[in-house]
Structure formats: structure tokens, C-alpha cells
T-cell receptor
Framework: EAQVTQNPRYLITVTGKKLTVTCSQN?????MSWYRQDPGLGLRQIYY???????DKGDVPEGYKVSRKEKRNFPLILESPSPNQTSLYFC??????????????FGEGSRLTVL | DAKTTQPPSMDCAEGRAANLPCNHS???????VYWYRQIHSQGPQYIIH???NNETNEMASLIITEDRKSSTLILPHATLRDTAVYYC?????????????FGQGTELSVKP
């Protein structure tokens, strides 16, 4: 089954404790992206990657890092989480280039609470 | 900023057609109209997209006006499971930056 898998789905942590949210897709997609969703602010893009070793900032990259060492994985790293990073996070992927139909496949989300 | 305008909420009776409008008066010639939906904090799900012709798939139909300044997503026989937030998005195909700009969407409530 084609899917984007995120882990953990739920996490409560404390300020300053480094954490990583993993994202993996099994569709051989070149493009991957992270979004966060907050009430009243909608979905906002954090980082994206158009292929292995190629990453770029989205609209709200502050406080986050990403890496793309393998095509299937795109982890989101919070080096020193703060309460304003409490949010619902989504990873997404799609084909890139001429095979891009614009259809983004989303993971089920990771709900993060930073105390 | 989102380039589309949608009503914030709509109701629909179960079994009836749900017609969700979207205004995209500044759409460019190379931009497609996409529809996604999000069921209660799950990941958004792609529904359909089109350029200028009407499109239909197993989930819905998309009607785009001739001037392409607005469109309507039609769920022909709405069920309770169609209760969700529906997002209308415009985006150039082969957009290398790849960002989909999600606005506030329309919250559709399907009622028994």
C-alpha cells in the first residue's frame, strides 16, 4: 500500500529536549515536505526537499532542521523545542518533474506538545 | 496568501449533492485548480484537479467556469463520512517549489 508514515504520532516533551519526527514514503517520490497546522493559521510549509541532499526552507523554518540522506526518508529535527512549536505536523510527498501531477500524499500527522 | 476564496462553512443533507464553490479570479493560464479535504485532523487527502475542462473521478466532479475564475466541487451523494474541511488550491503544474497554499477551506457538515 502506498503510504507516508510518520512517527511518533503523539509526543509530549519538555522545552529544550531535542527530538526527531521521522517520515518515510514507499512511493519512490522525489519531493517531500513538512507542514505544520495550527488553529486559525492553516497549513504552513516548514521545509521541503526536491531530491536526495536537496532541501530548502518553506514559510516557517525557524527552529527546525531537516535532512534528506535517502530518497524515502525526510526527518524533521527540533534541536531545542519551545512551546510555540506545539502543533500538528504533517509530512507529504509527491513525484517531481514531468511526472508531477500536483497530487501530494500526506502522512497521518504527528501531534507534538512542548511543555 | 491563498489565491482562492471559499465560504467558511456549509451544511448538506445526507444523500444529497454537496456543491462547494471556490473563487479564484486571479488564476493564471498555467495554473490548475486542486481540491483536497481533511477529515478531522487527519492528513489532507487529494480529491481532484483540473485545468479548464470539467473533471470527474470516483470521489467527485469538478466544474470550472469558462472564464476559469471560479469552480465547484460536487460530491454527488454526500455521506456522513464526507464531513470534512475542503480546500480549493490553485497551483502551476510542474511547480518546482512545490508548495500548495492551503487557505482556510470550507467546513462541510453532512447531516442525517
Amino acid at each position: 500500500e502506498a503510504q507516508v508514515t510518520q512517527n511518533p504520532r503523539y509526543l509530549i516533551t519538555v522545552t529544550g529536549k531535542k527530538l526527531t519526527v521521522t517520515c518515510s514514503q514507499n512511493m519512490n517520490h522525489e519531493y517531500m515536505s513538512w507542514y505544520r497546522q495550527d488553529p486559525g493559521l492553516g497549513l504552513r510549509q516548514i521545509y521541503y526537499s526536491m531530491n536526495v541532499e536537496v532541501t530548502d526552507k518553506g514559510d516557517v523554518p525557524e527552529g527546525y532542521k531537516v535532512s534528506r540522506k535517502e530518497k524515502r526518508n525526510f526527518p524533521l529535527i527540533l534541536e531545542s523545542p519551545s512551546p510555540n512549536q506545539t502543533s500538528l505536523y504533517f509530512c507529504a510527498s509527491r513525484k517531481q518533474g514531468r511526472l508531477d501531477t500536483g497530487e501530494l500524499f500526506f502522512g497521518e500527522g504527528s501531534r507534538l506538545t512542548v511543555l | 496568501d491563498a489565491k482562492t476564496t471559499q465560504p467558511p462553512s456549509m451544511d448538506c443533507a445526507e444523500g444529497r449533492a454537496a456543491n462547494l464553490p471556490c473563487n479564484h479570479s486571479t488564476i493564471s493560464g498555467n495554473e490548475y485548480v486542486y481540491w483536497y479535504r481533511q477529515i478531522h485532523s487527519q492528513g489532507p487527502q487529494y480529491i481532484i484537479h483540473g485545468l479548464k475542462n470539467n473533471e470527474t473521478n470516483e470521489m467527485a466532479s469538478l466544474i470550472i467556469t469558462e472564464d476559469r475564475k471560479s469552480s465547484t466541487l460536487i460530491l454527488p451523494h454526500a455521506t456522513l463520512r464526507d464531513t470534512a474541511v475542503y480546500y480549493c488550491i490553485v497551483r502551476p503544474i510542474y511547480n518546482q517549489g512545490g508548495k500548495l497554499i492551503f487557505g482556510q477551506g470550507t467546513e462541510l457538515s453532512v447531516k442525517p
